[in-house]
Each structure stands twice: as structure tokens, then as C-alpha cells.
């Protein structure tokens, strides 16, 4: 199984501001994906971050919210923008292993003020 | 549309007693796959099982096994022999042919001692 890093692990943050959010993988994958999960929720998608093209963004969320890059292989960041009291989530990152099977990063808990 | 459907928002079991979590799913696609994932109050999804549709066996790990009934399209989760630490939220999910995963809204379980 891979192994996934997130920073920060958690933020609390002022509406208006912008927080990215790093994930890191310990061998090359293809495929890293973005969800949130809002209190008390399931997760949901935000958006595939494809290396070397821009990431592809689930109905509901826009690259102007929340930029992705993905720079290489190992690497992704996420950022939320403009933040408001809504944006209060935990944000997690995935990647997919050879075998089709998903493992997540630790997560970032994020509280906006 | 895919969707994933957890009855059961919670759950107890005696501590040593096996529980089942349902899933039920609803696709049209003739590949995909099943995970279970566990959330404790940290937040972080452990990775649990996985179930491919053309498997002709049963996922098992360890004390997780998926019992999935393909006509039936349900995978629920069985897991024997319960501790306290598997006190959690489980996660039923769906993976797209995109790699996206589509979760049920999930079920609390409380072992008692």
C-alpha cells in the first residue's frame, strides 16, 4: 500500500483567505484524486488531478474555488479559496494503487471562522 | 446514475460477536468495484477490503470479510470477532470506471464491552 503524507493536518482559518493543502506519496502513481467531506457528511469528489494537464473537476466545483496542481508523480496541492464558514471540511487526498484499490492520506481538518 | 445505500446509520455489537454492515449499489457499468473503509474520530479512511465485480470469491481480510451477492448487488461487510477499537464509521464505496469512488453515507458502529 502506498503511503500518503498531508500538511497541514488541520488549519483554522479566516473567511476570505486562501489555504493550500500538500499531499505527498511515497512511489509514483497515475491517478491522485481530491474530496471533501463536510461535518457530519460522506465524502464527495472535488477533482481528479491529472500530471502534466489540468485536473478534472466534479459538478459542483471549480477550478476558481479550488486550483489543483500536480506537478509530478508524487505530488499534488490543493487550495481553497476565498474561504467561507461553508468551506469547513476535511479535505482528503487519494491515490489508486496498481491494483485499482484507493488509500487515502490522513486528511486536513479545516475550520473557517 | 451510481449510487451507494447504507441503511444502517448505526450500529452495535458485544464485544467478541460478529456484525454485518449492509451496502447495497446501484450501477450500470459491467466493471467496477467495492471497498469498505473505516473512519475512526480522527477523521483519516483506513482502507478495509476490496471486492472486484468479476471476483467469483469473497474478499476476506483478516477478521473483514465482503460478502457480495452480485444479483443482489449488496457487499456487505462482515467482520468477526468484534474489539473495542473497531468502534468507527464505515464507509461503503463504490469505484467508477473514471477511478472516482462513490460512498454510501455510512454507519456508526459502537462495540460494547
Known amino acids: 500500500s502506498a503511503v500518503i503524507s498531508q500538511k497541514p493536518s488541520r488549519d483554522i482559518c479566516q473567511r476570505g483567505t486562501s489555504l493550500t493543502i500538500q499531499c505527498q506519496v511515497d512511489s509514483q502513481v497515475t491517478m491522485m484524486f481530491w474530496y471533501r467531506q463536510q461535518p457530519g457528511q460522506s465524502l464527495t469528489l472535488i477533482a481528479t488531478?491529472?500530471?502534466?494537464?489540468?485536473?478534472?473537476?466534479e459538478s459542483g466545483f471549480v477550478i476558481d474555488k479550488f486550483p489543483i496542481s500536480r506537478p509530478n508523480l508524487t505530488f499534488s496541492t490543493l487550495t481553497v479559496s476565498n474561504m467561507s464558514p461553508e468551506d469547513s471540511s476535511i479535505y482528503l487526498c487519494s491515490v489508486e494503487s496498481s491494483t485499482d484499490t484507493q488509500y487515502f492520506g490522513p486528511g486536513t481538518r479545516l475550520t473557517v471562522l | 446514475a451510481q449510487k451507494i445505500t447504507q441503511t444502517q446509520p448505526g450500529m452495535f455489537v458485544q464485544e467478541k460477536e460478529a456484525v454485518t454492515l449492509d451496502c447495497t449499489y446501484d450501477t450500470s457499468d459491467q466493471s467496477y468495484g467495492l471497498f469498505w473503509y473505516k473512519q475512526p474520530s480522527s477523521g483519516e479512511m483506513i482502507f478495509l477490503i476490496y471486492?472486484?465485480?468479476?471476483?467469483?470469491q469473497n474478499a476476506t481480510e483478516g477478521r473483514y470479510s465482503l460478502n457480495f451477492q452480485k444479483a443482489r448487488k449488496s457487499a456487505n461487510l462482515v467482520i468477526s470477532a468484534s474489539q473495542l477499537g473497531d468502534s468507527a464509521m464505515y464507509f461503503c464505496?463504490?469505484?467508477?470506471?473514471?477511478?472516482?469512488?462513490?460512498f454510501g453515507q455510512g454507519t456508526t458502529l459502537q462495540v460494547k464491552p
Open positions: 488531478a491529472n500530471q502534466g494537464s489540468e485536473a478534472t473537476y
Open positions: 464505496a463504490m469505484r467508477e470506471l473514471t477511478g472516482k469512488l462513490i
Open positions: 471486492q472486484g465485480s468479476y471476483d467469483e
